[in-house]
């Protein structure tokens, strides 16, 4: 069965500090994505990427990095937290395509910046 | 407004009951999915919909891009549906597949 595996799924940093998201997938998919769900809320997505070693900016890219080093892994990077940067982060991937643009989600990682 | 408005925000049900959730969009979208979060906050893919009408089991989902709307019917609810349902839209031209969330409706089904 395909599958998203997020690291970690939760974590506390300190307000300024360095923080990595981690995303493997293992469906084979060309796009995978991070969005941010802040409580109450939707998803917003943060950045994409549709090919290894390109990202491209969503729709709230404004203080996060993206890493695509491989097919299978997608990194979010915080190179300075802040306080509203507390959400949780869910990665997906899908193949891009018509139906095959279908999302499919990671296990979400709790994000706490104190 | 929202390109993407979801409805209603929150919606109780007795077990049993029927019900349905809707989406109406600002713009002509090109595909629409639905998703269920439940109550550990997991994603779950319900329904991927470019037209028409799709069924699994006692869900229902129908897309109609002209009208610039989709639906989600729960038939004979039960407790595990409970959960925020949101719907997600992809609209045509250079979006490059991005989907643009509602902000979900919150379903508890009572016993």
């Known amino acids: 069965e395909a599958a998203v595996t997020q690291s970690p799924r939760s974590k506390v940093a300190v307000t300024g500090g360095k923080v990595t998201l981690s995303c493997h997938q293992t469906n084979n998919h060309d796009y995978m994505y991070w969005y941010r769900q802040d409580t109450g809320h939707g998803l917003r997505l943060i950045h994409y990427?549709?090919?290894?070693?390109?990202?491209e900016k969503g729709d709230i890219p404004d203080g996060y990095k993206a890493s695509r080093p491989s097919q299978e892994n997608f990194s979010l990077i915080l190179e300075l937290a802040s306080l509203s940067q507390t959400a949780v982060y869910f990665c997906?991937?899908?193949?891009?395509?018509?139906?095959?643009?279908?999302?499919?989600f990671g296990a979400g990682t709790r994000l706490s910046v104190l | 407004g929202m390109p993407v408005e979801q409805n209603p925000p929150a919606l109780s049900l007795y077990e049993g009951a029927d019900s349905g959730l809707r989406c109406n969009f600002s713009?002509?979208?090109?595909?629409v999915q639905w998703f269920q979060q439940n109550h550990r906050g997991r994603l779950i893919t319900l329904f991927y919909l470019a037209q028409g009408t799709k069924e699994n089991g006692r869900l229902k989902s129908t897309f109609n891009s002209k009208e610039r709307y989709s639906t989600l019917h729960i038939k004979d609810a039960q407790l595990e549906d409970s959960g925020t349902y949101f719907c997600a839209a992809e609209a045509g031209g250079g979006s490059g597949n991005k989907l643009i969330f509602g902000t979900g409706t919150l379903l508890s089904v009572k016993p």
């Open positions: 997906a991937s899908s193949g891009g395509l018509g139906s095959q643009n279908t999302l499919y």
């Open positions: 990427s549709y090919v290894a070693d390109s990202t």
């Open positions: 713009t002509t979208m090109k595909s």
